[in-house]
């Protein structure tokens, strides 16, 4: 049964439900059919988010309350208490390039890649917003430009003491899948053991039941080190989780992590190993279309950018064309 009907009210059509046994009405403005159950679908939408939002803060609370229980909620929250004082009581209205430049100058003791961050959540806030019909339309958001990549990676050599230095197997586990996968962290912290197919070669890291996000999880060959590693691993499992600890899904490695390059020497955090994977590839001339669908950059050019310097063979036909 549909939570709500269509009816005649007044000379016009109305969206008509019951809450708490009483009915209520709301005039859609028309008498044509058709529009009138998309102003319908439309306000009934609006009214399961939270209504119109006129102020940035309003779209982002619906934005995120929309998005609870997501991996990357808590980095958007954590964006947002750090924009909220400067965007929270903005008019929708009021959102223009000199806004999102008024906002950069008040954050200019941070990163750009901070308030870039910081901007991406305002912006895909107000994109759902609009997408959702709260807003009529999302305005523009100024980004500030990508800084220089600074691509922090590791040495075949330091990552072998890394490795070494780790008590815990669940840690050494982790950072080995890391760099032969090239995964990011909650990629490798929810695999399970049926997404490794041995008989195939194959580690499916997106889950059957996760839709695929921007960050997108790849499906990649194991060689033969990681296959070893593996069946080691499988052998000892105690839980569906290929990464455990305790027969219980491990939530994060970070202090363990942390305590092993304290042991090594050497500064590094997790995402750095996927960084490593990536440079070793393209170290070993491996095409970057290739290290792109190994770490599921749907765009190549990401790659390139970030990685391309690393090729031996980057720019020589270039290079070599300006000899005399």
């Not at 100058?105 to 991406?120: G, Q």
Request: one cysteine or more; hydrophobic letters at 45%; proline letters at 3%.
């Amino acid at each position: 049964m549909s939570e709500y009907s269509i009816q005649r009210y007044r000379g016009v059509l109305a969206i008509v439900w019951f809450e708490e046994g009483k009915r209520h009405r709301h005039s859609l403005g028309t008498t044509d059919r058709s529009s009138g159950e998309s102003a319908a679908r439309a306000f009934w939408q609006r009214r399961a988010v939270g209504g119109q939002a006129d102020t940035v803060g309003e779209a982002v609370r619906a934005y995120l309350k929309a998005r609870a229980g997501m991996l990357s909620i808590k980095r958007a929250e954590v964006a947002w208490k750090a924009a909220q004082e400067f965007w929270d009581k903005l008019p929708i209205g009021r959102v223009d390039i000199q806004a999102s430049e008024d906002y950069r100058a008040r954050r200019a003791h941070c990163r750009a890649i901070t308030v870039r961050n910081e901007l991406a959540v305002i912006r895909a806030a107000l994109n759902w917003a609009a997408k959702h019909k709260m807003i009529t339309a999302a305005p523009f958001i100024q980004m500030p430009k990508l800084p220089a990549s600074q691509v922090g990676h590791l040495s075949k050599a330091d990552f072998r003491k890394l490795v070494d230095s780790a008590v815990r197997p669940h840690v050494q586990l982790f950072m080995k899948l890391a760099v032969g996968t090239g995964a990011r962290s909650n990629a490798l912290l929810d695999l399970k053991w049926d997404q490794v197919d041995f008989a195939r070669g194959l580690i499916t890291l997106n889950p059957v039941d996760r839709v695929q996000t921007s960050k997108y999880r790849a499906t990649v060959p194991m060689n033969a080190q990681l296959r070893a590693t593996l069946e080691e691993a499988k052998a000892g499992a105690l839980s569906d989780y290929v990464i455990e600890h305790g027969l219980e899904k491990i939530g994060s490695v970070k202090k363990g992590f942390a305590a092993a390059c304290v042991r090594a020497g050497i500064k590094a955090t997790p995402h750095m190993l996927r960084h490593s994977a990536a440079v070793w590839m393209a170290e070993q001339a491996v095409p970057m279309t290739q290290i792109a669908q190994f770490l599921g950059h749907t765009d190549g050019r990401i790659t390139e950018r970030v990685y391309a310097r690393f090729a031996p063979q980057f720019l020589s036909t270039a290079a070599d064309a300006l000899e005399w």
